[in-house]
């Protein structure tokens, strides 16, 4: 067991402002606040293990506070160095330094690497990822194109960030080059910076594996260790009142994440009996560096503060904090490991037998050959994992669903909410998986014990299943007093931690240790080999792009597809409106038809004599009139098609029979009107002829304002019906084109599919192939062994045989004394 380093820097003050009433005092490993004339202001000291005034450099910081972890990572331990402090105190300053003066991570990545040479009965493998949390999503920060990325969870690898790219490194300025472009890519559409930077974490993760290099030595074990450099987000008070929207949910987050730093750091240092469970699922922070926290860890912690005056308050918080933290205490074991969870032991076997003949020699570009295969080999590991993550979250998704089906038909209508139907299942499955592993599912998985090596486990997380939900206090913007309390060890009341449950990790078969062969053939094999390898690469890669711009193709098609039928659903409306047009006519026709009828009879119940010829024409005008608009109406309810053209035809032979009706009407009137008066003189009931007359033109004219408005009426409808007719046959030619185009990719989508299948399997032939001779390589290698043993043997025997033979022959010389030839059996 053992304490966390923690270490406080005071930076230099930003101006040279002359000091207000107090200022903080540096002596030794003490950091105190005094009064102006220099009376130490009581209550207001703190004592840590190393305090660093303004003048202190960052190469004295790394010195006496970073250099012993970054060792002790080169030997196997993991190693964490935090930087906690309020923006603008310096924890970007002391962690990535200036161009005169590198700051922890510059020198960190260096003495690795010189650790590294001097350790030659050593190989190592090292690995770099660069992340970022902002507003508590995981951004890449060496592949942008990966956003939002998850934490997941396994046995084989422990906690680990699913779908984050690792670069396998040779030299420490490659690893400067990426922390270069991730710097770059974190800039990237970013307007102002310090406000990002000031609210998010950064963490620089080293994983670095190695083994003996001497094949006799215990070579299955490789150690497998992690350094985390972490700058944290400014741990400045968040005021409840912030710029709103995207501001106030920035605060939040980094709230989020800060706080429960907080209370994890608050509850570890309550010591061993009285901390219970400690929250670090609380945010993507804490969960990321559990190891480093309470755990399997050496960590450091470097407490920046600011000078001025303004910001005591903030400084306080900062010392109390570190106080608290300094209680901590973690277990760091050297983490040596069986399993197949090293890349070193997973990489494949002809890059590792090149590699070794390589060694020596001065091949550089096949040094940086070997890289990129490694490199390439990891992605695609990496890519494998990512979809293996993403298959088995879509199982729990369902699996979730399952038990919300199984809740929502249960007649007791119990109250458990979908994800705890799933958990429950999964939790089903974990115990399943407990009793069948025995019970022992927490021990490393093929670990065999190591003569004076401790095989520890990758992480020594808790065995319960689960999750701790946020307690509502982190779901708002954290006010002051919380924030100030926490910094005073304030633990917030978290529920118990519960663990995902285990699922089922895929192992690599185990590597034969085939022994190098030194012959030509071998090497030239293995030269094939690489190459096919390569030409797999590249031709998963070309299949990658081609399906990618299928893909594409499919998404344009179906976005084609959407519109025309959006376009087909309108046209369609237009049609119905269209189709409603003769019959609203029809209606408008039978309308007129009483109207006229009405008027006609109004007319004729004011003449007198039934038999007068203003009687007869009346008549006849109202038979004209029925039947122009029961024809209209006949008309109108004749199927659409063939009515354009009748009713152009019967309108114009209606228009003259209406109108010559008309006309005889109105000559019939003006030569009966004298009549008419006689007429009408002569009546003995009498009457206002001339009323009449008035009544009856009135009429008249009403009728051929309503015959106007009629046939204004129907050339109206004519030409919406024409327009309409227009419209539809475009849109039907469009129609027809845009589905040629459709079935044309269609044509396309399946060809390429089945190039692809082509491909596929091509792909699949070569690697049947190459399997093949690899087996075949063993099979010779193995059949040179049978035959250097025999030859061995009958070199043994022709030995013994010799000397016999020579024994014998001296003899015989010594008896017989005759003298023999020396050629003879040599
Ligand atoms: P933080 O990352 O905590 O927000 P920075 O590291 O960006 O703060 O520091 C703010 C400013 O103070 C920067 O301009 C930085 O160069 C300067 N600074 C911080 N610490 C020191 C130091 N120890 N010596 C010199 N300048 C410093
Ligand atoms: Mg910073």
């Known amino acids: 067991m053992e304490k966390i380093c923690v270490a406080v820097r005071l930076r230099p003050p ?65 190693g964490t160095a935090f930087a906690y402090g309020q923006t603008s105190s310096g924890k970007t300053f002391t962690m990535n330094g200036s161009e005169n003066d590198p700051g922890i991570i510059h020198r960190a990545v260096r003495d690795v690497f010189e650790r590294i040479h001097m350790m030659s009965n050593r190989e190592f493998l090292i690995r770099v990822s660069y992340m970022e949390i902002y507003n508590e999503e995981i951004n890449d920060l060496l592949a942008v194109e990966n956003q939002k990325l998850q934490i997941h969870e396994s046995l084989e690898r422990g906690i680990f960030v699913a779908g984050l790219r690792e670069e396998i490194v040779s030299n420490a300025e490659h690893v400067l080059k990426l922390l270069e472009s991730g710097e770059v890519n974190r800039h990237f559409g970013e307007t102002n910076m310090n406000a990002r930077s000031s609210r998010s974490h950064t ?73 219970g469970h400690i929250p670090y699922r609380d945010s993507k ?19 920046t503060i600011a000078p001025e005056e303004v910001h005591i308050e903030e400084t306080k918080g900062t010392l109390q904090f570190a106080s608290r933290a300094k209680r901590i205490t973690n277990c760091a074991q050297v983490n ?21 003949k390589l060694q020596g020699s001065h091949a550089e570009v096949l040094e940086q050959q070997i890289l990129k295969l490694r490199n390439d080999l990891l992605q695609n590991e990496l890519e494998r994992e990512k979809l293996e993550t993403e298959l088995e979250e879509e199982r729990k998704s369902k699996l979730n669903k ?56 990758r992480s020594n997380y808790s065995p319960l299943p689960g999750f701790s939900p946020l307690p509502d206090a982190f779901s708002n913007v954290v006010d002051e007093d919380t924030w100030m309390k926490m910094n005073k060890g304030y633990i917030a009341d978290l529920d118990s931690i519960q663990m995902t449950p285990a699922r089922k990790v895929q192992s690599f078969p185990p590597c034969d240790a085939t022994p190098g062969s030194s012959n030509e053939n071998h090497k030239q094999e293995v030269q094939d080999l690489k190459r096919q390898l390569e030409l797999a690469i590249e031709e998963r890669d070309d299949l990658k792009r081609k399906h ?122 003006t030569l009966n009107i004298d009549g008419q008066a006689r007429k009408s003189q002569e ?16 009429e008249l004219t009403t009728i051929k304002e309503r015959h106007h408005y009629l046939v204004k009426d129907l050339d109206y409808h004519n030409q919406l019906l024409k327009k309409s007719k227009e419209r539809y046959e475009t849109l039907e030619t469009e129609f027809q084109l845009l589905k040629e185009e459709r079935d044309s990719l269609h044509k396309t989508v399946s060809e390429s599919s089945e190039r692809l299948l082509l491909v596929t399997s091509q792909k699949e032939n070569i690697v049947r192939y190459m399997k093949e001779e690899l087996q075949r390589r063993k099979d010779l290698e193995e ?30 010389k010594a008896e017989n004394v005759v003298s023999v030839p020396k050629t003879v059996g040599c």
């Open 14 to 78: 930003a101006s040279q402002e002359s000091p207000g009433g107090t200022f903080w005092k540096v002596d030794e490993n003490r950091v105190s606040l005094h009064k102006l004339h220099g009376t130490p202001i009581s209550g207001v000291s703190y004592a840590f293990d190393h305090v660093f005034d303004e003048m202190c450099s960052n190469s004295r910081v790394y010195d006496l506070l970073t250099k012993d972890i970054i060792h002790a990572v080169v030997e196997g331990f993991n």
């Open 203 to 275: 963490i620089f993760r080293m994983v670095i594996e190695s083994k003996e290099k001497d094949i006799n030595a215990s070579a299955d074990v490789v150690r497998v260790s992690v350094l985390n450099l972490v700058d944290l987000a400014g741990s400045e008070r968040i005021a409840k009142t912030g710029a709103g929207g995207v501001r106030l949910k920035e605060g939040k987050h980094i709230n989020k994440s800060l706080m429960s730093l907080g209370n994890v750091i608050n509850k570890l240092s309550d010591g061993a009996k009285n901390r």
């Open 285 to 303: 922070l804490t969960r990321i560096l559990q190891p480093a926290l309470g755990g399997n860890a050496k960590t450091s912690i470097i407490c």
């Open 336 to 356: 040596e490991i069986l399993t197949e969870a090293a890349l070193l032991k997973r990489q494949k076997q002809e890059i590792e037998e090149l590699r070794k």
């Open 402 to 457: 399952l038990g919300s089906l199984d809740t929502s038909s249960d007649i007791g209508g119990s109250s458990c909410q979908p994800e705890d139907s799933g958990r429950h299942s999964l939790k089903e499955e974990f115990n399943d998986s407990i009793s069948k592993s025995g019970g022992n599912l927490f021990t490393t998985p093929s670990s065999k014990a190591v003569p004076n090596a401790f095989v520890a486990k």
């Open 548 to 669: 990618e711009e299928q893909v594409r193709k499919h998404e344009e098609q179906v976005l084609l597809n959407n519109q025309l039928v959006s376009e087909i659903s309108e046209l369609q409306e237009e049609a119905q409106l269209i189709r409603e047009i003769p019959q609203k006519l029809g209606e408008c026709a039978a309308t007129c038809k009483d109207i006229y009828v009405d008027v006609l009879s109004t007319t004729q119940s004011y003449i007198c004599d039934e038999k007068s010829s203003v009687a007869k024409l009346l008549s006849s005008i109202t038979d004209i009139g029925t039947s122009l608009f029961a024809t209209l109406e006949a008309d109108f309810s004749v199927p659409i098609a063939d009515q354009k053209s009748q009713i152009q035809e019967q309108h114009k032979v209606l228009s003259e029979r209406l109108s010559s009706a008309v006309k005889i009407l109105v000559s019939s009137e």
């Open 683 to 698: 009546c003995a009931m009498g009457g206002d002829a001339a009323s009449w007359r008035e009544k009856l033109s009135n």
């Open 783 to 812: 059949k040179i062994k049978q035959f250097s043993v025999a030859f061995c043997n009958r070199k043994t025997s022709l030995v013994s045989f010799h000397n016999e033979f020579k024994s014998k022959l001296e003899s015989l």
